[in-house]
């Protein structure tokens, strides 16, 4: 059964437009919104995560992406997985950088089982450690990199005693925004890296 559903959150004092959607059409409209030239034309970063219905089975449950301005959130249904075609192009295209954590352990499975690449994935601890030549941020969580990339701290926005349901349908508001704190971390933390040390950005 199809479902949409559009939220907006306040994180940092920007307000985040999140849609919740697996709806093919729904997906295909956000996609073409994340295609809008940069105001500099360079790299676009987006974020990117995903959550799993079960840890041990491995199974994904939603895919994530967030531009800084709004967030895609593409819910997979259990029996009928597949990933909409516009996604999986976008995420091969060449100007856009995916960033976020354990990202390319994700990248491997979605392209073992899917068959849905990407060139550009990031991992943001090693993105930190080797521009910022600190050695222990490849060790830092999304809160610690957040905090010492960008002086942000995005906790107190993360909804608290929640049951980690990512299969339920429809996703609940209390886990969109917690898919949202998460995601917009990534595009925050990857797109102040990438700006800040532009002369060294190698990661193209």
């Known amino acids: 059964m199809g479902y949409t559903n559009v939220m907006s959150f306040e994180l940092n004092g920007v307000q985040i437009k999140t849609t919740v959607s697996n709806e093919v059409k729904v997906i295909d409209e956000h996609i073409s919104s994340f295609l809008q030239p940069t ?3 360079g790299t676009k970063v987006i974020g990117f995560d995903a959550e799993w ?3 041990s089975l491995k199974v ?7 531009d800084g301005n709004s967030c895609l959130i593409f819910h997979l249904h259990r029996y009928n997985n597949s990933i909409p075609l516009s996604l999986s192009n976008f ?3 060449p100007n856009y950088t995916f960033v976020g954590f354990d990202i390319k352990n994700n990248f491997d499975y979605f ?7 990407c060139k550009n994935a990031v991992e943001l ?7 910022m030549d600190y050695h222990f941020l490849s060790f830092c969580g999304v809160d610690e990199l957040a905090f010492v990339v960008n002086k942000l701290d995005l906790r107190k926005y993360r909804p608290l005693n929640l049951a980690f349901d990512w299969g339920d349908y429809p996703l609940s508001e209390e886990l969109a925004k917690l898919a949202t704190v998460n995601v917009y971390s990534y595009h925050k933390i990857g797109s102040t890296l990438f700006e800040r040390y532009r002369p060294y950005h190698l990661f193209d």
């Open 39 to 41: 105001d500099n034309h």
């Open 53 to 55: 219905r079960m840890p």
């Open 60 to 66: 994904p449950a939603t895919l994530q992406l967030c």
């Open 91 to 93: 995420l091969c295209q």
């Open 111 to 117: 392209e073992k089982h899917h068959g849905v690449g």
């Open 125 to 131: 601890g090693t993105l930190a450690a080797t521009l």
